[in-house]
């Protein structure tokens, strides 16, 4: 477990999922302060009364404000940067509100970290990033470039800056559990995209887990990716329909906006650098600069892994195995009762 032990913690977006379980995971721990940034003050009161702290502080802004997030920077250790927009029809639909956000954002989380000597940064991606086609992922896969870019001119002994990147954690916002919960609840139709599209499936626990080893362990530029099992969309349907006991029909409604039939955590380029580190791919930052001789001329003679790592490819549930690490899931246990 990461020493936190008199560390001041910022959490941007902070009233999230991400926020709410981080806290939950290192409450019991000797932290300093936990400062939770973020615009939705009706969202921090919950949350503020909810807690009911001290050591919790919150702090009113935007991470497209420069001056707000200087404002909570000041004095902080540790840094993790999970504000962004994330849904992926309503990025398409206003893409430039995504960029402000996801990338100018994040570009000013990181240069205010690194202006007020942080210690580290880990900023949270998304399987959507690699190999994007929609303007979520595309500007979540730029995030990375920004930060990766912050990091060519420090040391290791400067800002550590670093991201994660995994799939679906379940069960958070705007996961598809809920809602096919909702419609057995409500007798309606289960409505699937597509049933033989797959997903990669997180628990947040794991995903919070992902964060705090990227703190400990990441040098400069890295990227962690979460090893994780995927499903269909049509699997995860059934399990829950045989945990439920219920009879409604699954109706398929057709891709949305910029979605995929599968994801891809890492591509082969990545593997090909990265580290295996058991549960996690270290990929380190592809450290060339602008001699384009590197480019052109010299290649890379090291050979290429066979294929990238994606939902498609990586241990697939059936609907037995679903329907056991879904049983894990607080939220889904509680609807059972």
Same mark, same amino acid.
Do not use: W
């Given at each position: ?36 940034? $973020? ?5 921090? #009161? ?21 001056? $707000? ?22 990025? #398409? ?5 995504? %960029? ?8 000013? %989380?990181?240069?205010?970290? /690194? ?17 994007? /086609? ?11 470039? /920004? ?16 991201? %994660? ?20 609840? #409500? ?127 990586? #241990? ?22």
């Amino acid at each position: 477990m990461l020493n936190l032990k008199n560390k001041t913690i910022l959490i941007t977006g902070g009233t999230g999922s991400f926020g709410h379980e981080l806290l939950d995971t290192i409450m019991d721990k000797d932290f300093k302060e936990v400062r939770i940034f $973020s615009r939705d003050e009706l969202k921090q #009161e919950h949350m503020r009364i909810q807690l009911n702290n001290p050591k919790v502080k919150f702090y009113i802004g935007d991470v497209r404000d420069r001056d $707000s997030v200087d404002q909570a920077m000041t004095g902080v250790d540790l840094v993790f940067h999970a504000a962004a927009l994330k849904q992926v029809p309503s990025c #398409e639909f206003f893409p430039i509100q995504a %960029v402000m956000t996801n990338i100018l954002g994040s570009h000013n %989380v990181v240069e205010s970290a /690194v202006q007020h000597k942080i210690e580290s940064v880990v900023c949270l991606g998304t399987d959507k990033a690699v190999y994007p /086609v929609n303007a979520m992922g595309m500007t979540k896969a730029l995030m990375e470039k /920004v930060s990766q870019a912050a990091c060519r001119g420090l040391t290791e002994k400067d800002t550590r800056i670093s991201c %994660v990147r995994y799939g679906n954690v379940m069960c958070s916002r705007g996961s598809v559990i809920p809602l096919f919960i909702k419609q057995i609840r #409500e007798k309606k139709p289960i409505t699937v995209t597509d049933a033989g599209m797959t997903r990669f499936l997180l628990p947040l626990p794991d995903a919070i887990k992902l964060v705090l080893f990227a703190f400990k362990n990441a040098k400069q530029g890295d990227i962690f990716i979460k090893k994780a099992p995927a499903c269909t969309v049509g699997d995860l349907a059934a399990a829950l329909k045989e945990l439920f006991r219920s009879d409604v029909p699954v109706k398929s409604i057709g891709i949305r906006h910029g979605e995929k039939i599968y994801e891809t955590l890492a591509t082969m380029e990545e593997l090909r650098r990265a580290e295996d580190m058991g549960d996690y791919f270290r990929v380190s930052m592809d450290g060339r600069d602008l001699n384009y001789n590197k480019y052109f001329t010299e290649g890379d003679k090291k050979e290429a892994l066979l294929a990238d790592y994606t939902s498609h490819n990586t #241990e697939r549930l059936n609907v037995g195995q679903v329907k056991e690490m879904l049983l894990k899931l607080p939220e889904v246990a509680a609807e059972l009762k």
